[in-house]
């Protein structure tokens, strides 16, 4: 029995070392979305996400330099504008944090209409563990993350998407429960 005991904490040991080396799981499915305030293109204002509480939101990570985004970005728009009417709201979020009229005047060149927000301080890509352009996530209405999709597939993306988005408008929104001081 002395023998083996040794034997048994060493593995146990290992084990443990070999957990703990074990890469963080992003950010993703069942997780309430994390609550980052963004810098919008059309206005320049900053607004949190959890202003749009009530409102099934899509974001759209992307850089200007990658190219899967580029070709994203059209099949967004025409989601956003299936959508825009039926209480979701597309926002593509600019992690090009060098320049912030860099992504302005992409998103005016590419002739998006859905809201562009810059991560200027790499916040939402930091929270959000952002690993993979582009990431989209389905965020229903009371903030609770539906879908999280890494890259571009274009067999399974826009259904996948279009499936989380039908299944948050399906989930009421439960009511802001305010404290009376």
Request: proline share 6%; net charge positive; hydrophobic share 40%.
């Amino acid at each position: 029995m002395r023998r083996v005991l040794p034997y048994v904490i060493g593995v146990a040991v290992v084990a443990l070392i070999i957990y703990a080396l074990q890469p963080s799981k992003p950010v993703g499915a069942g997780q309430t979305a994390p609550d980052v305030v963004l810098r919008f293109t059309e206005d320049g204002l900053q607004r949190s996400l959890s202003s749009y509480h009530g409102n099934v939101l899509v974001l759209d990570f992307w850089a200007t330099w990658c190219a899967p985004c580029r070709f994203t970005m059209p099949k967004m728009e025409e989601f956003h504008r299936r959508y825009k009417d039926k209480g979701v709201t597309v926002i593509g979020v600019a992690v090009d944090i060098d320049d912030y009229n860099k992504v302005v005047q992409f998103a005016k060149e590419v002739g998006v209409t859905y809201p562009i927000a810059a991560d200027t301080n790499s916040e939402a890509k930091q929270y959000y563990e952002i690993r993979n352009l582009p990431t989209l996530f389905v965020v229903d209405k009371d903030g609770v993350i539906m879908l999280r999709l890494e890259g571009y597939d274009p067999k399974n993306t826009e259904k996948q998407l279009e499936d989380a988005v039908k299944r948050a408008l399906e989930k009421p929104a439960k009511p802001i429960i305010q404290h009376q001081r």
